[in-house]
């Protein structure tokens, strides 16, 4: 994969057509309609339909969802994200986590994923809506294994710790893409290497968690660079690693410099694979919160909590 070219002469350029492999069935299922259905009554807004992930069918039918706390408007505006930007002004349902941990609690799920927009404008950028959802999740649906991803936090150790506390199995930050592309494609106060920071602190406060990030390929990033982010991801103790093709989701957003072939996306799993990733998902329709790993992480998890309780 060679360098982004300069944006004078990418703007010129027609958007890139899409190949075969990043066509996918349309969702269905019995399922996937009956978790739509009750997602309509309960008003609750999920990352799945508000990104329009393309796995939304393979995950809802599968029994992993993802729900997306604290508004919908968030108050940092990275360049690839199609979440609305703005200055929510300290808004905030003060009930959510107990409807959002109720809800889920009703439905026939096994594995859910907590995440939320930004919220630099409050006190503690969401930590304890976070650690409210979590807790009040494992009270009423004690076997359902939650992953969490979150905001950065601004960096700053004891809005992590608040989170880390409520223990949510899986701990998930993403870097999003290389050192070299981050100014331009994420919100400058989305840095990288305090995505990086705040992984790490997930393991110092508690070594027991296991934490995630994801990488966006097809930005212009280089074979060295993406190298470099895995050996970076690893150096934090970084267990799981996803990888996914950027999509542009709007003309307005950043185009897509590459379509990475499946082949290559199989290259980059064996190479994560054997620098010590517990798990790894790569492929070109591969986001975040991919079901791909569910049944992994729940062994991994499973085998935790039996440990936990004979201690």
């Given at each position: 994969?060679?360098?982004?070219?300069?944006?004078?002469?990418?703007?010129?350029?027609?958007?890139?057509?899409?190949?075969?492999w990043?066509?996918?069935?349309?969702p269905?299922g019995?399922?996937?309609?009956?978790?739509?259905?009750?997602?309509g009554?309960?008003k609750?807004?999920?990352?799945?339909?508000?990104?329009?992930?393309?796995?939304?069918?393979e995950?809802?039918?599968?029994g992993?969802?993802?729900?997306?706390?604290?508004?919908?408007?968030?108050?940092?505006?990275?360049?690839?994200?199609?979440?609305?930007?703005g200055?929510?002004?300290?808004a905030?349902?003060?009930?959510?986590?107990?409807?959002?941990?109720?809800?889920?609690s009703?439905?026939?799920?096994?594995?859910?994923?907590?995440?939320?927009?930004d919220?630099?404008?409050?006190?503690?950028?969401?930590?304890?809506?976070?650690?409210?959802?979590?807790?009040?999740?494992?009270?009423?649906?004690?076997?359902?294994?939650?992953?969490?991803?979150?905001?950065?936090?601004?960096?700053?150790?004891?809005?992590?710790?608040?989170?880390?506390?409520?223990?949510?199995?899986?701990?998930?930050?993403?870097?999003?893409?290389?050192?070299?592309?981050?100014?331009?494609?994420r919100?400058?106060?989305?840095?990288?290497?305090?995505?990086?920071?705040?992984?790490?602190?997930?393991?110092?406060?508690?070594?027991?968690?296991?934490?995630?990030?994801?990488?966006?390929?097809?930005?212009?990033?280089?074979?060295?660079?993406?190298?470099?982010?895995?050996?970076?991801?690893?150096?934090?103790?970084?267990?799981?690693?996803?990888?996914?093709?950027?999509?542009?989701?709007?003309?307005?957003?950043?185009?897509?410099?590459?379509?990475?072939?499946?082949?290559?996306?199989?290259?980059?799993?064996?190479?994560?694979?054997?620098?010590?990733?517990?798990?790894?998902?790569?492929?070109?329709?591969?986001?975040?919160?991919?079901?791909?790993g569910?049944?992994?992480?729940?062994?991994?998890?499973?085998r935790?909590?039996?440990?936990?309780?004979?201690?």
């Amino acid at each position: 994969m060679s360098d982004a070219p300069n944006s004078n002469s990418a703007a010129k350029k027609a958007p890139l057509a899409k190949p075969d492999w990043l066509r996918v069935r349309a969702p269905s299922g019995e399922n996937y309609g009956r978790i739509k259905d009750m997602l309509g009554e309960l008003k609750l807004a999920t990352v799945c339909q508000e990104a329009k992930c393309p796995n939304i069918g393979e995950c809802w039918s599968g029994g992993t969802a993802t729900f997306m706390l604290l508004g919908e408007v968030c108050t940092r505006g990275c360049r690839f994200c199609n979440i609305k930007t703005g200055n929510p002004k300290g808004a905030v349902d003060a009930f959510e986590p107990e409807k959002v941990a109720y809800s889920i609690s009703q439905m026939d799920l096994e594995y859910v994923v907590i995440t939320s927009v930004d919220r630099d404008d409050l006190e503690d950028q969401g930590a304890n809506h976070f650690a409210r959802t979590i807790s009040t999740i494992k009270k009423l649906a004690p076997k359902l294994i939650v992953e969490i991803l979150t905001p950065d936090f601004s960096g700053e150790k004891n809005l992590v710790e608040i989170v880390v506390k409520s223990k949510p199995d899986v701990f998930a930050h993403n870097i999003e893409t290389v050192e070299r592309l981050s100014p331009s494609v994420r919100d400058p106060r989305a840095k990288y290497r305090q995505s990086l920071d705040v992984l790490q602190m997930v393991k110092h406060i508690d070594p027991t968690r296991y934490t995630k990030s994801s990488i966006m390929l097809g930005l212009g990033e280089g074979d060295d660079e993406i190298l470099q982010s895995l050996k970076d991801l690893r150096a934090v103790g970084c267990d799981v690693v996803t990888f996914g093709q950027y999509l542009q989701p709007t003309p307005k957003h950043l185009k897509v410099i590459e379509y990475i072939t499946p082949a290559k996306f199989q290259e980059w799993q064996k190479t994560a694979e054997n620098m010590g990733f517990l798990y790894v998902a790569s492929g070109p329709m591969v986001r975040s919160s991919y079901r791909a790993g569910e049944f992994f992480m729940k062994a991994l998890v499973d085998r935790q909590r039996q440990t936990e309780l004979n201690l």
